[in-house]
């Protein structure tokens, strides 16, 4: 969505650290979302984190808001083959969710 | 588990042609979405709807229209297909509170000859 915008490509290697970034224009955004897509299936929720919120730690996931420049990155510790995937970031405002355009995770050996 | 199914994985259909697309959900849900996506572009709403023959205009329902005559059932209409309608459709579903997960269905590939 023109809302949401985020790299389209990320090459990691197998075990370092993936950082995904996202910005969103909407102050008025309550929740921000993850979402993470394999190939041939939905999207699944990976995680969230509350508008009023710095930081979230789930496992190898952790989440960093920063609301003042409206900036949005999700890091992957010790990136796995199976992380390999496309990434949508999402604000959720106005009874709906925006979708930014994915950013196509590949994890090199 | 929450299922929400699309009724087809791969659609051909020529110009001009009416088509259905079917997505079901089997847990109560309220709000039913339908996206598409497409390469570059990421996820964009088409139509959402919060209860039973209730409907919204998402950001793009231009060409499209639904249908809710049941809460499970959401069905995505193109009265007239037309070429630029070929993408991944993407059928979500979401119990009534704000943060309550999305679930998604695992897409509809429709291709408009």
């Known amino acids: 969505g023109e809302d949401v915008e985020q790299s389209l490509f990320l090459s990691v290697r197998e075990g370092d650290s993936s950082v995904i970034n996202c910005t969103y224009t909407d102050s008025s955004s309550t929740y921000l979302y993850w979402y993470k897509q394999e190939p041939g299936a939905g999207l699944q929720l990976l995680t969230y984190?509350?508008?009023?919120?710095d930081m979230k730690q789930d496992q190898r996931l952790t989440v960093l808001l920063n609301k003042k420049d409206k900036h949005l990155s999700l890091r992957i510790a010790d990136t796995q083959t199976g992380d390999s995937a496309i990434y949508f970031c999402?604000?959720?405002?106005?009874?709906?969710?925006?979708f930014g355009a994915g950013t196509t995770v590949t994890v090199r050996a | 588990d929450v299922k929400v199914t699309q009724s087809s994985r791969y659609l051909v259909k020529r110009t001009g042609e009416k088509v259905f697309l079917e997505c079901v959900q089997d847990?109560?849900?309220?709000?039913m979405f339908w996206y598409r996506q497409d390469p570059g572009l990421g996820l964009r709403l088409i139509y959402f709807s919060y209860d039973v023959k209730m409907k919204e205009k998402g950001d793009i329902p231009e060409g499209y229209s639904v249908s809710r005559e049941k809460k499970e059932r959401f069905s995505l209409i193109l009265e007239s297909a037309s070429t630029n309608q070929t993408s991944m459709y993407l059928c979500a579903s979401r119990a009534g509170t704000v943060n309550e997960k999305l679930f998604f269905g695992s897409g509809t590939q429709l291709s408009v000859l």
């Open positions: 999402a604000d959720y405002n106005d009874y709906k969710l925006s």
């Open positions: 847990m109560d849900h309220e709000n």
């Open positions: 984190i509350f508008s009023n919120m």
